[in-house]
């Protein structure tokens, strides 16, 4: 089975602070991504990466930036932490590129952020 | 930009009651389709996808998807629910042509399954 983890399932942070928010997945698949859920908006792309330090953005970047320096990690990080960034971030990923059944994703059991 | 509707934002049924949840996106090329489950506390788990074949499309736990494509459609079935289905349900769509290789969700169902 594939296994996606995530550093923190639950993380307090105050305004303007860093966050990183780590993300490791043990199936040696290409694509990593990062999205935010919040209550009746379903979940929101913020950045993904096809390969190592690669990155493209997602619908909703700002405020926010991704590191990828190994395959199997893929991190998210807050420049300057805000109250509009308190959310259910989730991390998932998948074998390769669309078009088969290799794009089905895996997610991880999220980091609930609060930012005060 | 592609994107995904769910009309029923909350969905209470009692338990044998037959369960239909809507999906319609946007996009009007070759997509593969996906329902994920998240049930409480857990996280989000595939019940069914589509990628060719088929159209009718059988996923876990008796849940079964219909892609029409001439209505854009991706409906989520259930002839007999149970107490245990209480979760929330996301249909996502990826569209192949782009090569963007990512989900695009819609906002969710929540349903719950009363004894």
């Known amino acids: 089975d594939v296994k996606v983890t995530q550093s923190s399932r639950y993380l307090v942070k105050r305004t303007g602070e860093k966050v990183f928010l780590e993300c490791v997945q043990d199936m040696d698949h290409e694509n990593m991504f990062w999205y935010r859920q919040d209550p009746g908006l379903g979940l929101r792309l913020i950045y993904f990466s096809y390969d190592v330090k690669m990155k493209e953005k997602g619908d909703i970047p700002e405020g926010y930036s991704v590191s990828r320096e190994k395959k199997e990690r893929f991190s998210l990080i807050l420049e300057s932490a805000s109250t509009n960034q308190t959310s259910m971030y989730l991390c998932?990923?998948?074998?390769?590129?669309?078009?088969?059944?290799?794009?089905?994703?895996?997610f991880g059991p999220g980091t609930r952020l609060t930012v005060l | 930009a592609q994107s995904v509707s769910q009309h029923n934002h909350h969905v209470i049924l009692s338990e044998a009651a037959s369960l239909e949840l809507g999906c319609n996106y946007s996009y009007g090329g070759t997509v593969n389709l996906f329902w994920y489950v998240q049930y409480p506390g857990q996280h989000l788990q595939l019940l069914l996808k589509y990628f060719s074949g088929d159209p009718l499309v059988k996923g876990i736990k008796g849940f079964e998807a219909e892609f029409i494509k001439s209505k854009f459609s991706f409906n989520l079935r259930k002839p007999s629910v149970q107490w245990s289905d209480t979760a929330e349900y996301f249909c996502a769509v990826i569209s192949v042509n782009t090569g963007r290789r990512a989900l695009t969700f819609g906002s969710g169902t929540r349903l719950q399954v009363q004894p």
């Open positions: 998932a990923s998948s074998l390769g590129e669309a078009g088969g059944s290799t794009d089905t994703q895996y």
